[in-house]
């Protein structure tokens, strides 16, 4: 063996044993994806519990604007795991939904119940959920 070959292996021997994957990293990742959905989970707050006044500012904009159709009321950016803290892969429907706790279909006809003479609706771009108001 030369001197090269020896100190290389010196050094592999030093450094000590590559784990795929220590307890400590297994639960560090664990808990970045907890505070993670928790996050999420916070944003989407504003469809379970709609706020008027933090609402009014897009909607005014909305009227200025002449009442577009499809018109973006708001915008919610998420930051989807590959796997959710459950070991389930999703996709963003999926995701939108299993943190809402039902389907975003259903939340967003209870979203629509708090508004009178419009028509909401929304679409998944990535990973951001836009929320559209159309005038009825």
Request: proline content about 4%; overall charge negative; hydrophobic content about 40%.
């Amino acid at each position: 063996m030369d001197l090269a070959t020896y100190t290389s292996t010196l050094r592999s021997d030093i450094s000590g044993p590559l784990y795929v994957m220590t307890m400590d990293e297994l639960l560090g990742s664990h808990a970045n994806i907890v505070q993670q959905e928790a996050a999420d989970k916070s944003l989407l707050t504003q469809l379970s519990s709609p706020n008027k006044s933090t609402l009014q500012p897009a909607f005014v904009n909305w009227t200025t604007q002449g009442f577009p159709n499809i018109y973006i009321l708001f915008s919610i950016n998420l930051s989807p795991p590959n796997i959710c803290v459950d070991g389930v892969s999703r996709n963003m429907y999926d995701y939108i939904s299993y943190l809402l706790g039902r389907d975003l279909g259903q939340e967003i006809v209870a979203f629509q119940s708090n508004f009178l003479g419009m028509i909401m609706s929304y679409t998944i771009t990535g990973t951001t959920l836009n929320i559209h108001v159309t005038k009825q």
